[in-house]
């Protein structure tokens, strides 16, 4: 169901007609555009609008931790249309105990470091990424770093 | 891990050759497993995060004004940039209106930051392949470049010299003379570097025809900047997306159609130029004028203010030890640094601290299209393509 906040952006109506259960809100704000996904639908969901709507690039994929409230973590996408030169941002919350997600490298592999960043960093897991690993911290690492029950300053007891 | 050397039928053996993280060529701490069969690189491995300092997390225990001094560590060759980014996406938070000569003097001092970052570029990326004396011409002009940024902030590389609002401080007296010196004599050095390269017959040989990477691939892998222009995408946020008054200044986008390390160094001498081009018309047309918003309960007031009158002080003590409250919201605010797109996500909640800052490196995006240039290549062409990609570790781990 589209939301009355996005009822006037094309895109939103292509994506509702493209799967009237994927959109769960969103927003047009500061001259932005951001779509809320079902995360069950992500995948799909990116898919046509690389192919159908032209969002070629995917700028980044990243994570915004709202803890303690559920569903916990939210994950961030922001596409660019080269040709349109248009951006439009794309969220999916995801429950806090156990996250997971699909990968959307299947669509753009150039979410594949991305990804595996936001594993490494809040320890949400991709499903069907390629190679999902830590990146920045050292691979036996315990934790993760980004969340916001871990601290900033300390020392491994 | 890249798989244990295999017996091949004709009886040789593949070898894994550790690049880094210690190397001079690989622009920082940046660690490549490259599997060789002979000469020609069969497989390889980047392997990042030996720079990685928690900046993101840093950002979000600090006021919104503290932040702007980790920012310029994040891509210590273009700091300035790096403060741009920042604090126009949260002025675009706080929706502040930035007056017209902070805006061209930011613009003036994000083209001197894309000068230094490219003369930096050049003179590493000539180094590697083994043309020596133009790193110490390059790195001539970047000193002029480091001491004009002393001159405005007082420090040669972290700036910080960008404020939410506005600039740090008042640009000092004499500016206009020390820059205009510049400008004049730096078309002729880059004349300089052109003679040592462009024609010359090894560099020719060593870059023609390397480092190739199909457009859908560059797109498909998030390359941005540079890379797309030498392959003939004329794709620029300070054209497509204008901000701080660039829409103002008359520029060229340079591109090539060849997709080679030889179009992207032909693609970053002739942004040289444009750059410079931008910096006369900004020195000849700056605004006069305040240098930081009217917004008492942003921008720190004047010292003079602030000793005499008991609001000023009152507003000085209220940002300096509590911070400014930024409203609920989020942005993503792109602009292009010296290496590609660079964009903050800001995510703010209301409080006086960010709730989550984070950093789109170009560098990140480029590095991850490493294994596709480099794969099926002589490793002698690896250094020149890593040089044409203009990576830069801090950038990329954060």
Redesign the interface.
């Known amino acids: 169901m589209i939301p009355d906040s996005l009822r006037e952006y094309p895109i939103a109506a292509a994506v509702d007609r493209f799967d009237s259960e994927s959109i769960t809100g969103g927003k047009h ?2 001259g ?1 555009w ?1 779509i809320e996904i079902a995360p069950a639908k992500i995948v799909s969901v990116c898919g046509f609008l690389k192919y159908d709507e032209k969002f ?5 994929v ?1 994570a ?2 709202r803890f303690p409230a559920e569903p916990r973590f939210e994950v ?1 996408y ?1 596409l660019c249309s ?1 040709e349109r ?1 248009q ?1 439009l ?1 794309l969220k999916c919350r995801v429950l806090g105990s156990e996250p997971e997600v699909g990968s959307v490298t299947s669509v ?3 979410a ?3 990804e595996r ?1 936001v594993f490494d960093l809040f320890g949400i897991r991709f499903r069907n990424h390629p190679d999902l690993r ?5 691979e036996d690492w315990q934790g993760h ?2 969340r916001k029950d ?1 601290p ?1 300053t300390g020392s491994r007891v | 891990m890249v798989d244990a050397p295999q017996e091949q039928p004709s009886g040789r053996r593949r070898m894994v050759l550790n690049m880094g993280p210690q190397h001079p060529s690989t622009h920082g701490v940046l660690r490549l497993l490259i599997e060789l069969d002979g000469e020609i690189v069969t497989h390889c491995q980047p392997d ?2 030996y720079l ?1 300092t ?1 900046i ?3 950002c ?2 600090k006021t919104y004004q503290q932040a702007v001094t980790l920012t310029d560590r994040v891509d210590y060759l273009a700091p300035l940039s790096n403060n741009l980014c920042y604090c126009l996406a949260v002025e ?2 706080l ?1 502040l209106e930035i007056p017209p000569q902070a805006q061209w003097m930011r613009v003036m001092l994000t083209e001197l930051t894309r000068l230094n970052s490219h003369l930096v570029w050049l003179g590493t990326h000539a180094i590697d392949i083994g043309a020596m004396s133009v790193f110490l011409y390059c790195f001539r002009e970047r000193e002029e470049i480091l001491r004009i940024f002393e001159m405005f902030s007082g420090q040669r590389m972290m700036t910080s010299y960008f404020r939410i609002g506005g600039l740090a401080l008042e640009p000092p007296r004499g500016w206009e003379k020390r820059v205009k010196a510049f400008v004049d004599i730096f078309p002729s050095r880059v004349d300089e570097y052109e003679n040592l390269l462009t024609a010359n017959q090894i560099w020719i040989g060593r870059t023609k025809g390397v480092g190739f990477i199909s457009v859908e691939d560059m ?4 390359i941005t900047g540079p890379m797309l222009r030498a392959a003939g ?1 004329k ?1 620029d946020a300070r054209k ?2 204008p901000y701080t008054s660039y829409e103002k200044f008359d520029f060229e986008v340079a591109t090539r159609t060849e997709n080679d390390v030889y179009a992207r160094y032909q693609v970053r001498i002739e942004e040289m130029r444009q750059s410079t081009r931008i910096i006369k018309q900004a020195l000849e047309g700056m605004p006069s004028g305040p240098w930081k918003a009217d917004a008492p309960h942003v921008v720190l007031p004047d010292r003079e203010k602030m000793k005499t009158q008991m609001e000023a002080l009152i507003y000085h003590f209220k940002i300096v030890t509590e911070g400014f409250r930024v409203p609920e ?4 605010q ?1 602009i292009e640094s010296p290496r590609g ?1 660079l ?1 903050y ?1 800001v ?1 703010s909640d209301g409080t006086t601290h960010p ?2 800052v ?1 950093m ?1 490196t170009p560098s ?2 480029n ?3 490493t294994p596709k240039i480099v794969e099926g290549i002589l490793i002698a062409d690896v250094i020149a393509s890593l040089g044409s990609m203009d990576f830069v570790l801090g950038d990329t ?1 954060r």
Do not use: C
């Open positions: 704000d500061r932005e951001t070629v690039r995917l700028s980044s990243t915004v931790d961030v922001h080269v030169k951006w941002r753009w592999r150039g594949n470091w991305y960043e830590r990146i920045m911290m050292p770093p980004l871990y900033v | 990042i995060g990685h928690g993101e997390k840093e979000e225990v675009k938070l929706g797109l498909d892998l998030g995408l794709v497509d997306h919201g989020e942005v993503y792109v797109e964009a996500y995510v709730y989550r984070h789109r990140f995006g590095l991850q299209a781990d």
